[in-house]
Structure formats: C-alpha cells, structure tokens
C-alpha cells in the first residue's frame, strides 16, 4: 500500500497513513480515478481463425450472441435461475447455469460494467471476455486524514497494484453454461537501485478475487447474497496434480476425470498468460499461444522470458497444443507443438510445471 509521494508537497503527515489499517475485503472498482489511462499491454488479441470450437450439446453461435449482446443493455437484470450453482476444486470454481451462452452474454457484459470495467475484449466466438486494468479502491486505508480531506486528494492514494479479469463461457452437454473468471494482477514496484523509477511487474493470481466476482455474479444473475455467499465457500479443496514423465514425455497427472480436468486446464490457461485462440472439447485440445507482455517501463525479461529462455523478451508468438486425455477417473495433460507433434524440449517441462503448481 503506499501513497502518491505528491501528498507530502502539502505538509501531510505520511505517518499516520502508513499505520493505518484496511477496511476488511472490500472490492470496489467503480471509483477508481482513471483520469490518466494507464498502458498496459499484455498481448491478448485474437488471432483470427476459421474453424469454431465444438462441444458437447452443439456449438455457441458467434451471430446468435452478437445479437442477443447488441439486444441487452447496461441495466439488464435477471430472474433467479433454477439450478445455478458453482462447482470446482481446490482453488479453481466456475459456475453453471441452466441457460445457453446467447441468453447469458449481454448479463455478463452488463456485469462488468456495473462492476467497474471496460471491455478489452469481446470474441463472442470463443465465449471470451476480457477487462482493462483497473485499481481496487477497496484497499485503500481509511485513515483519519483520507476520511478528512480524501474528497478532495482522494485522487492522489493509490493501492500500487492493479487487476484484470477474462470470464470464459463454454456450452456444456445439457445445454447449459459454464461460467469462469480467472484473475491477473499487477503490482508497481521499483525498477532501479535508486527507488526513483518504478515499473508494473505480475503478482500472484489471488483466487479470492475470482471467487468475489463469481459470487457477485449470482446475484447479478437472481441470487440473493446470502445464497451466493453459500455457494461460492461451499468447495472443499483438494490436491490433484502430479508432474509426472511418461515413455520420455513429461506430463501431468490429474486426480480427477476428463470433464473435470478439462475446466480446470482451461481455467489454469486464463490465469497463467496463455490466450487460448480455439478450443476442440471433444479432442482434448486447447490451441493456445504466448507473447511476453512489456508493461510499461520495463526493459528487463519479463516472467514468462526468464520462464522460457531467460531471454529479454521475445514478441514472437510462442504456439503449442495444450492436450487433455481421460483415463477413467483420472486424466492427463500433455504439450505439443504448433503441428501437433510431442514437445520434447525444455519449454514443455516448465509450461507442465505452471500448470501443475496452479492445478495443484
């Protein structure tokens, strides 16, 4: 937590603001100051394809819910939904709801913006959506001088971390939906000895978070707080993955069978930096691809360059096929190259690993 050193110019005692404490858990992105955009510019855009993702019970339709989104507006409201429910494991929790992805996508969209974000990202096709940055005001300390004169300064505290969202749909066998928000987050740190210079770096996906906005989703969707508060601290965690070799191919061993497996990979993929470009459920295979972002000001390699190569960073898109196979009730997880042959290098090894430590 700190303050904008620009407080200090106006004789304010920066001590009492650093012993001051936080306000619980609160969330609040709707007064955040975005007076001054801030640039941050992982590389998330969509390439484009012309195949669509199949699933189980049919396919989403990309005009079906390009029209229901033009036909919804900020305001939309939902009955309560018969059978909404969050399921999930360990930290990883999605919700589903008994409704197609054209009825539900002008809700969510409308939640975001009711939450507090813009829409980098809207790819109706995949089911994808994808928030700007945005600050968490909740964390701001409620200290005796932000409570005296925050009305008029309130602009100059920052939190020095910032949050990003993508909230994926996917059609499920019977028709419904399945809902996941995985989180990104960022935090401002020092780039130089001096402490002069500052650059924004990645922190820790905080599953919280998700479990915050999944929560006050349902009652976006028709539940009341007391119902989505139930649901969302109703799964019990567990320890599932083991990276494991297998024939000479390095793998992960997944406890779980290959419906389950499957969110959880893909929700893994959302939080972890890849952008999955398309999706075959019925072949077990995610088409993802990686560009390590440059935030601004930084010039050193990034997480994912030092990850793979320890490098600086290479803006070439790195592509692989992340495949999921079901063994009865457990699965694996497998990395193959662009042209569907078994990566056998180094890189496979380290993008398994991720993905264990966060299935785990």
Known sequence: ????????????????????????????????????????????????????????????????????????????????????????????????????????WPL????????????NLEDARLGLMETDWNENRGKLPQDFIRRTVGKYLDNLYSTGELDQYRTRLERNAAGGTEIYISHRGLVEGFKDEDRIKTTWVPRPVDPELEIEMLRRLMVKL????????????????????????????????????????????????????????????????YFVRYVEPTPPGQEEPGFFSRLFSGKPADKTPRKYRITVRGEGERSTVTVLD?????????????????????LR
Request: proline share 6%; aromatic share 6%; charged share 20%.
């Open 222 to 285: 028709g539940a009341s707080k007391e119902q989505a508060a139930s649901q969302t601290a109703a799964v019990a965690p567990q320890l599932t993955a083991s990276l494991e070799t297998r024939d000479g191919q390095p793998l992960v061993l997944v406890a779980e069978n290959f419906e389950r497996a499957w969110r959880r990979v893909g929700l893994t993929l959302d939080r972890t930096g890849f952008t999955v470009e398309d999706r075959d459920r019925s072949q077990g295979t």
């Open 338 to 358: 662009a042209n569907g042959a078994p990566e056998l290098s180094a890189n496979a090894q380290r993008i398994l690993k991720v993905i264990a430590d966060d």
């Open 1 to 104: 937590m700190k303050l904008v050193p620009k407080l200090a110019l106006l004789g304010l005692p920066l001590a009492l603001v650093a012993c001051s404490t936080l306000e619980g858990d609160k969330v609040d992105y709707k007064s955040s100051f975005k007076a001054t955009p801030l640039s941050v510019p992982p590389d998330l855009t969509q390439l484009p394809r012309e195949t669509r993702y199949a699933t189980p019970g049919g396919t989403v339709s990309a005009t079906g819910l390009q029209n229901a989104t033009q036909s919804g507006s900020q305001n939309t409201v939902a009955s309560a939904y018969a059978g909404m429910r969050v399921e999930g494991n360990g930290a990883h929790r999605w919700l589903v709801v008994e409704q197609p992805p054209e009825t539900l």
């Open 108 to 119: 969510l969209k409308a939640f975001w913006q009711e939450t507090g974000f813009k829409l």
